[in-house]
């Protein structure tokens, strides 16, 4: 099993582009989160999917949108991207079974916004 | 709305001595979970270990334990026989219990293991 695979790995963007960042799960998991992570502030959620579809803001949601395209996969998109956005990017996902809390994480998205 | 306070951004430890990482949360709830996650210069975040908040007695995982104090909102992470694979950094998180599995996430704890 592949666990949980991000695209692309490392990504430059120019202020107003637009992306969209890849998740895919293959453990057959209900939930799905992407997480932004910036120096110094830890991991901050910024959507999630707690069961295929349906999508929820997390606590920084501003200037992001998701798609739970089915039960595997997960994308993050950034409209219209902004410096403020540069940040490294997680996904991650859970069963939901008990025990609870065990996230399972992507190896994360490095994007820079110039 | 929970918050998790990590208070020492940076901390370091000789091979083999331990070494105690300290979290603090705030909540008003009463059932809920902690947990710590380690993050490798890898980036990939593992669990370390969990505990219920209902339940008295302090998780255990090998080398890892914790110190869950529960009035006190107070949950530190003991590393004993502390070895240069355990240098990453070191996430306290809180999850409530029922519904979504959102976790809150501390700042983080820089922890290096010296030779």
């Known amino acids: 099993n592949a666990g949980v695979t991000q695209t692309p790995k490392f990504q430059v963007l120019k202020t107003g582009q637009s992306m969209t960042l890849q998740c895919a799960q293959d453990?057959?998991?209900?939930?799905m989160y992407w997480y932004r992570q910036d120096p110094g502030m830890g991991l901050r959620l910024i959507y999630y999917?707690?069961?295929?579809?349906?999508?929820d803001k997390g606590e920084v949601p501003n200037g992001y949108n998701v798609s739970r395209l089915n039960k595997r996969e997960f994308s993050l998109r950034l409209e219209s991207a902004a410096p403020s956005q540069t940040s490294v990017y997680f996904c991650?996902?859970?069963?939901?079974?008990?025990?609870?809390?065990?996230?399972?994480f992507g190896p994360g998205t490095r994007l820079t916004v110039l | 709305a929970q918050t998790v306070t990590q208070s020492q951004p940076e901390m370091s430890v000789q091979e083999a001595e331990t070494v105690t990482l300290s979290c603090t949360y705030d909540?008003?709830?009463?059932?809920?979970?902690l947990f710590w996650y380690k993050q490798p210069p890898s980036r990939q975040m593992i669990l370390v270990i969990r505990?219920?908040?209902?339940?008295?007695q302090n998780a255990t995982e090998n080398r890892f334990s914790v110190n869950f104090q529960k009035a006190a909102k107070s949950f530190s992470l003991k590393i004993s026989d502390s070895q240069l694979g355990d240098t990453a950094m070191y996430f306290c998180?809180?999850?409530?219990?029922?519904?979504?599995?959102?976790?809150?996430f501390g700042k983080g704890t820089k922890l290096t293991v010296n030779p």
């Open positions: 999917s707690a069961s295929e579809g349906t999508t």
């Open positions: 909540t008003s709830e009463n059932n809920y979970y």
């Open positions: 998180a809180f999850m409530k219990k029922g519904g979504s599995e959102k976790l809150v």
């Open positions: 453990m057959n998991h209900n939930s």
């Open positions: 505990q219920e908040a209902y339940k008295q």
């Open positions: 991650a996902s859970s069963s939901g079974r008990t025990p609870p809390g065990e996230q399972f």
